[in-house]
């Protein structure tokens, strides 16, 4: 069995964004080798309650969380227990009927029972202020993999390894552009690349991601 766990995972439940099903997801994290599985799905916990019957079936220890985003803000959010659980719910709540949502100062008043994994500097260095409890920095690779692992290794902040995946093998990254260019209402030849994720984020095996 593996120990790496996939902690930022994309399902068909991030609206226009993920591609795979839970149950491609969950059957190919067991087949890896795979015991515990997260699904954080872009603002929302739509497939929740799904997630967690498809996991079990399939011999996975369920982790809810959810990416929340707010303009150029971004941060996985992982449930630890029944409190962090109504705070993410809360916070989510916040970001979608709150005209003022204020990200920074949102996620700092309801991280209690949450794990935070980001790479956005400004957000980490707020809430290191209050404090650096459950608290770390993201690392998947890309361009800004080694601004992040220098992020951490100047703030003392933990680093954790993620592939932000979005689809179960590469082969189903085309399907991932696609839904960015109906969601942006452009064609495939005009879409921008920073509105879609890398080819490589998928459900990479751990011997592959390493």
Not at 72 to 84: M, P, Q
Not at 161 to 167: G, L, S
Request: glycine share 6%.
């Amino acid at each position: 069995m593996s120990t790496f766990v996939h902690l930022h995972v994309h399902s068909e439940y991030s609206p226009m964004q993920g591609v795979s099903t839970l149950e491609a997801l969950c059957q190919t994290a067991r087949g890896q080798g795979a015991e515990t599985l997260a699904l954080t799905d872009t603002n929302g916990l739509y497939g929740a309650i799904r997630f967690i019957e498809v996991a079990q079936a399939h011999g996975l220890r369920p982790i809810l969380g959810a990416e929340l985003t707010h303009n150029r803000h971004r941060a996985v959010l992982l449930v630890k227990d029944s409190f962090g659980y109504t705070n993410l719910c809360r916070l989510l709540s916040r970001r979608h009927c709150d005209a003022d949502f204020d990200y920074i100062a949102s996620v700092q008043e309801h991280r209690q029972g949450l794990i935070i994994l980001s790479d956005d500097p400004s957000a980490l260095t707020a809430w290191k202020r209050h404090s650096p409890t459950d608290l770390y920095v993201e690392l998947s690779p890309g361009s800004l993999m080694h601004q992040a692992l220098a992020f951490s290794r100047r703030t003392g902040l933990p680093p954790v390894a993620t592939n932000r995946v979005h689809f179960v093998t590469p082969q189903e990254f085309p399907f991932h552009q696609i839904l960015r260019a109906i969601a942006l209402n452009t064609t495939l030849s005009q879409l921008p690349p920073d509105a879609y994720c890398a080819p490589n984020h998928w459900l990479m095996p751990p011997a592959t991601l390493a």
